[in-house]
């Protein structure tokens, strides 16, 4: 069963050292909805010119290029 949905606002929990990507919407019937992923992980972006600074002050990171 497909069911479509317009998504209002997007927002995450931790729960249990879990992160959750909540995503609060409306289906098309006008009833609202919540959708809960916790597929997703953390990530954030470094300039390869910090790269260097960003391994010294957090050497358990995992960098990609």
Known sequence: MRVRAFILT???RVREGVPEVHLHGVLD???????IDDR??????????DR????????TL???D
């Not at 260097?52 to 050497?59: D, Y």
């Open 10 to 12: 997007p927002t995450y």
């Open 29 to 35: 019937s006008g009833e609202p909805c919540l959708i």
């Open 40 to 49: 997703s992980r953390p990530y954030f972006f470094v300039r390869a010119a």
């Open 52 to 59: 260097t600074r960003a391994a010294t002050l957090a050497p």
């Open 62 to 64: 995992h960098l990609e």
